[in-house]
């Protein structure tokens, strides 16, 4: 995920709302594009058993279901 892309789509009153905390923006993470990444999966699972990790901000509830969301869309 390219986080500058999902904080490229915030308005400004949201960005300087959060300022140093814009991992915190509720929905950030279902803003973001992929980038390669999708690319780069397809050819790793067509050789190894993939997963997809990660971690959210303890402060945003949102990032949790958002990154499932993001996952299941692409």
């Given at each position: 995920?390219?986080?500058?892309?999902?904080?490229?789509k915030?308005s400004?009153?949201?960005i300087?709302?959060y300022?140093?905390?814009?991992?915190e923006?509720?929905s950030?993470?279902?803003?973001?594009e992929?980038?390669d990444?999708?690319?780069?999966f397809?050819?790793?699972?067509?050789?190894?058993?993939?997963?997809?990790?990660?971690t959210?901000?303890?402060?945003?509830?949102?990032?949790?279901?958002d990154?499932?969301e993001?996952?299941?869309n692409?």
């Open positions: 995920m390219d986080f500058p892309s999902g904080v490229s915030l400004e009153e949201v300087n709302g300022e140093s905390n814009l991992d923006v509720p950030i993470f279902s803003l973001m992929p980038e990444a999708i690319d780069y397809k050819i790793l699972s067509q050789r190894y058993d993939t997963y997809v990790l990660s959210a901000p303890w402060e945003n509830s949102s990032a949790w279901s990154k499932v993001w996952v299941k692409i």
